[in-house]
């Protein structure tokens, strides 16, 4: 039996596109809506270990309801462990 590992990295929540403001809201949703695919994914095919390898989030100033957000999403992992491993933007 082995262990499935699903690693991400560079995810940037709540960087502000703020050159793309036509696309702007429609590519923060974009971003959240990729932690909640690779959650399901994982799900669905039994990983153990979800690993973010740095730059979760795009600056040390996000939100405190954007961490709530992500925070949320993550819970609903149901494999062994999400390992955050901080980056230079987080």
């Known amino acids: 039996m082995g262990i499935k590992i699903l690693f991400t990295a560079d995810n940037h929540i709540g960087i502000s596109y703020s050159s793309f403001k036509k696309a702007q809201q429609e590519l923060l949703?974009?971003?959240?809506?990729s932690i909640h695919?690779?959650?399901?994914y994982a799900n669905k095919n039994e990983i153990n270990l979800f690993v973010i390898g740095g730059d979760l989030f795009?600056?040390?100033?996000?939100?405190e309801k954007k961490i709530k957000e992500v925070a949320e999403a993550l819970k609903k992992f149901?494999?062994?462990?999400?390992i955050v491993i901080p980056g230079n933007h987080d």
Do not use: A, L, P, S
Not at 29 to 33: C, F, I, S, T, V
């Open 29 to 33: 949703n974009e971003r959240m809506e």
């Open 37 to 40: 695919t690779m959650v399901e």
């Open 78 to 82: 149901t494999g062994d462990f999400v």
């Open 58 to 63: 795009d600056k040390t100033t996000i939100q």
